[in-house]
């Protein structure tokens, strides 16, 4: 392994940890390592001033933190993140690209199948993305800093920050209701697919289409989201429903029930616009992505009744191609990107 600072590979019991998602935090809740050599080296103790850990850092350095110190990272970023989000120092593409590490940092071990999902780490979750959900409510420029600033590589955890920006984006647009409202749709849709910790990886990561059986045990994830996000807390949230009825369709095609529009809570096929359209858009095992414009075209013609035409149209209209994307779909491969988020 390198010796140089600057690369911060996780040896066996450690974890990276970027030294810019550390910037706001003003204690230091663990000890940080870098590697150098043949083992991690001890480079600041838990307790010191971070700011004066980060000032004589190189640039660009990664730090390496042990794995039973993780909780306590996490837990210090979660609470640093609305300030992060308020640095005026920062430019609000900075705040932003800082604020999604930070959020994928808390949220990555909750959708790592080898650990349970708990109590402590759930509530976790909610405390990072209330944050963000309060900053967009009253944040225009960083409400497109966010969504200009997304990661679309394949990896669960940031596909469900994608859904619950967008989530968030969408319901401030239509004025969906109270911030307690606009939060709830946020937690629904960063936790929609935490059920997929439940699914086999040959079954997830498959590059070629699901057969019948492979599908029904797909289909299972809803469920298994909801039932862990009960057990984790004690008690049914308010956003449940989101995680159980994302997946189904106002013309009765979705799961796990078959439901029509009528059926389906607002808030449910809200996230199921935003989940369809972010998984369109990002690089599965089985597909390329699409363009937006692309991805719009399928969700408005070829997947037309599943969607409600109203809460579509105003996704469409939020990110400006209402006129041009109602047209057809010539050039598209349909039939290979229609296995959306399943």
């Not at 593409?93 to 402590?120: G, Q």
């Amino acid at each position: 392994m390198s010796g140089n600072p600057l690369i911060a590979p996780a040896p066996p019991g450690y974890e990276p940890v970027p030294a810019r998602v550390l910037t706001d935090i003003s204690t230091l809740p663990c000890d940080l390592y870098i590697w150098r050599g043949p083992r991690p080296v001890l480079y600041a103790m838990k307790g010191g001033e971070l700011r004066k850990v980060i000032s004589r850092a190189q640039r660009g350095m990664s730090f390496l933190v042990r794995d039973v110190d993780s909780d306590l990272l996490r837990g210090a970023l979660a609470a640093a993140l609305p300030t992060v989000l308020a640095n005026q120092r920062m430019t609000p593409v900075e705040r932003s690209k800082t604020a999604y590490s930070i959020v994928a940092k808390v949220l990555s071990p909750v959708f790592t199948r080898e650990h349970a999902l708990d109590h402590d780490g759930l509530i976790l979750t909610h405390q990072a993305i209330d944050a963000i959900t309060l900053h967009l409510l009253d944040d225009e420029e960083m409400v497109w800093a966010m969504v200009a600033t997304m990661q679309k590589h394949l990896a669960t955890h940031t596909h469900a920050i994608n859904t619950a920006v967008y989530s968030i984006v969408l319901a401030r647009f239509m004025k969906f209701g109270s911030a307690d409202a606009i939060r709830d749709v946020a937690r629904g849709g960063l936790l929609h697919d935490i059920g997929k910790n439940r699914v086999p990886r040959s079954v997830l990561d498959k590059p070629a289409a699901l057969d019948s059986a492979e599908w029904q045990v797909m289909r299972t994830h809803v469920k298994s989201g909801h039932d862990m996000i009960i057990r984790a807390l004690g008690y049914q949230p308010a956003y449940a429903h989101i995680v159980a009825e994302h997946h189904e369709r106002c013309d009765g095609s979705g799961y796990p029930a078959g439901r029509l529009a009528s059926g389906i809570a607002l808030d449910s096929q809200l996230v199921g616009v935003v989940d369809a359209f972010d998984a369109l858009t990002t690089r599965r095992p089985y597909r390329a992505p699409v363009t937006a414009f692309d991805a719009l075209h399928i969700m408005r013609v070829a997947m037309r009744g599943q969607f409600s035409d109203e809460l579509l149209k105003e996704f469409i209209k939020l990110l400006g191609g209402y006129g041009t994307a109602a047209a057809g779909l010539e050039g598209l491969d349909v039939a290979n990107v229609m296995r959306v988020a399943g």
